[in-house]
């Protein structure tokens, strides 16, 4: 039946920017594991240090025994059939705790590009129930910071079957199972095992970085060159939209971990806190931080419903996003005054996720320059 033209059409669905009883219990049990397992940061940093992989026992409890690393694959593939919402308050809690563990990378990036592709192939099916299960780690062989709405990468070739080429900057490689390539002719999985992976020294150590190169790999086509871009957009659009989820805890927890200590902390026989510059600091921070979090929730609900202004929701959430999350470690380090210096306080690892986050997924200026093109306002031509 053709619309009638005269009918005004119906009014967008209103973004749902709360979190329902099941999420917060969900948060409770991410945080409860991580404050168990993951809060010691001397250890984590040294274990990093050390170029050693996540810790896989935090991994299996987080994937598998509360069920995480499944919560966007459908039951029928044995994952949880939850929704891009739930996956982001999974993401605030890693964030708040800056935990190396490969959920970014393994169970939104990898498997939303599954997702993407036919699921009823066996070859897809199959892995995509082993990362819901979190019996397999895989990870999208392409530069972390490549954004939506960016050129595919042309840094891998089919040479008659076989892949030859190399990429850099791949986070979360070195515990990869397997690699999901994009290359000329489409989107392959390659085991690891078939590649050559070098460690390269990232800003943040909590997310590994690795050169991955290619000599005559073999892997199995997933989607073929008609469909492969489109996989890679939908994989690198969510996983901009849930990366503004993290930037939301880790800020949460700068602003927290700060507040703590200026009413702890006592100069001239007074808390430091209670100095007017500083309340005005703090302020605006929760204020910023307050905006940052109605965005990374409208990008999370937006993915959840498919609503049609989902690429400008997302590009807004990174906007704001990394701007909050920097802000916020660069108040948490300068408020805790020497102590926040310091190699022993966490504060400078918050402060490098932030960074090294701002730039993941297309930077803020990137994602500015998306929105404008999205609200039909673009800049002008250099």
């Avoid at 991410?30 to 274990?47: E, G, I, T």
């Amino acid at each position: 039946m053709t619309p009638d033209p005269t009918t005004p059409a119906a009014p967008a669905a209103a973004p749902d920017l709360l979190y329902t009883a099941a999420e917060d219990e969900l948060r409770a049990a991410v945080r409860a594991l991580l404050d168990d397992r993951a809060s010691d940061h001397a250890a984590a940093l040294a274990r990093a240090e050390a170029g050693g992989p996540h810790d896989p026992a935090l991994w299996r409890t987080l994937a598998a025994g509360i069920g995480a690393a499944g919560l966007l694959v459908p039951e029928k593939l044995g994952g949880q059939g939850a929704s891009h919402r739930e996956a982001a308050v999974v993401l605030e809690e890693l964030g708040r705790s800056v935990t190396r563990l490969p959920y970014l990378t393994s169970s939104v990036l990898a498997t939303e590009a599954l997702l993407g592709c036919d699921t009823d192939r066996p070859a897809v099916a199959a892995l995509l129930g082993s990362l819901a299960a979190g019996t397999a780690v895989a990870v999208l062989a392409v530069p972390l910071t490549l954004g939506p709405g960016s050129p595919p990468p042309a840094a891998v070739r089919d040479t008659g079957g076989a892949l030859d080429g190399s990429v850099t900057a791949v986070a979360d490689a070195a515990g990869a199972d397997v690699l999901l390539v994009p290359a000329d002719t489409g989107l392959y999985a390659v085991p690891a095992a078939a590649v050559t992976i070098t460690p390269q020294t990232p800003l943040d150590l909590t997310r590994p970085l690795a050169r991955v190169t290619f000599r005559e790999a073999y892997g199995e086509l997933l989607a073929g060159p008609a469909t492969a871009p489109a996989v890679l957009e939908r994989a690198l659009r969510t996983g901009a939209g849930l990366l503004a989820s993290e930037q939301l805890g880790l800020a949460e927890w700068c602003l927290a971990e700060t507040v703590r200590h200026v009413r702890g902390r006592h100069q001239f026989n007074r808390p430091i806190g209670s100095f007017q510059a500083l309340k005005h600091r703090l302020a605006q921070l929760w204020l910023e931080i307050a905006g940052a979090r109605a965005a990374a929730r409208n990008a999370a609900d937006a993915l959840a419903t498919g609503a049609p202004d989902t690429d400008l929701a997302v590009a807004v959430a990174q906007a704001a996003c990394s701007r909050a999350a920097v802000h916020a470690a660069e108040e948490c380090v300068q408020l805790h005054g020497g102590i926040g210096m310091t190699w022993e306080h966490p504060a400078h690892l918050y402060l490098k996720r932030a960074k090294a986050d701002a730039l993941a997924l297309g930077t803020a200026g990137h994602h500015r320059t998306r929105v404008a093109a999205l609200a039909g306002l673009p800049g002008p031509q250099a």
